[in-house]
T-cell receptor, first 113, second 113 residues
């Protein structure tokens, strides 16, 4: 069965530093891939999605992610962290041809002043 | 701004009570989902629906039931609440079609005492 692994349940970065949140998936057939952000007491909001059109995907709030088939990865990055980026981030996959969306366990990002 | 609405946002209720968590969306999406979210864990799918009069159980064993009488409405009912049901419940929807992301409501945080 498809699975999603997010390495690091907690990540801390200094304001202005690079943000790197890791996501690996298990399918041999590239699924559809998504990154979501969740602020306290809110639902999940879509940051970006990979749909096979381009391996580097740009999303909202300055985030981007690169799909690497050889590494089965879809890591999320942002060149310069802002205090407002502090939140929980979820990677998710949707298996082609199914209804299922599989989520990782999330990474809580802390931004230090 | 959410186009998918969940009520109540917070609910504290005693063991054995029957409760219904409401979810409505104004986007005309065919597919709707209920997820259970606990801290540090992935989102677990408990129910989904492809459309009116179509409901299925998800991967997580649940004592809840759902109905889909109208496209926009997908309520979740617990016939007899237990402390083990204490969790956050997220409703989501997506249009039929490949690689469509999920749109989430703000969730209902349920506490059963």
């Amino acid at each position: 069965a498809q699975s999603v692994t997010q390495l690091g349940s907690h990540v801390s970065v200094s304001e202005g530093a690079l943000v790197l949140l890791r996501c690996n998936y298990s399918s041999s057939v590239p699924p559809y891939l998504f990154w979501y952000v969740q602020y306290p007491n809110q639902g999940l909001q879509l940051l970006l999605k990979y749909t096979s059109a381009a391996t580097l995907v740009k999303g909202i709030n300055g985030f981007e992610a690169e799909f690497k088939k050889s590494e089965t990865s879809f890591h999320l990055t942002k060149p310069s962290a802002h205090m407002s980026d502090a939140a929980e981030y979820f990677c998710a996959v949707s298996e082609r041809g199914t209804y299922k969306y599989i989520f990782g366990t999330g990474t809580r990002l802390k931004v230090l002043a | 701004e959410a186009d998918i609405y969940q009520t109540p946002r917070y609910l504290v209720i005693g063991t054995g009570k029957k409760i219904t968590l409401e979810c409505s969306q104004t986007m005309g999406h065919d597919k709707m989902y209920w997820y259970q979210q606990d801290p540090g864990m992935e989102l677990h799918l408990i129910h989904y629906s492809y459309g009116v009069n179509s409901t299925e159980k998800g991967d997580l064993s649940s004592e809840s039931t759902v109905s889909r009488i109208r496209t926009e409405h997908f309520p979740l009912t617990l016939e007899s609440a237990r402390p083990s049901h204490t969790s956050q419940y997220l409703c989501a929807s997506t249009p039929t079609g490949r690689n469509s992301p999920l749109h989430f409501g703000n969730g209902t945080r349920l506490t059963v005492t």
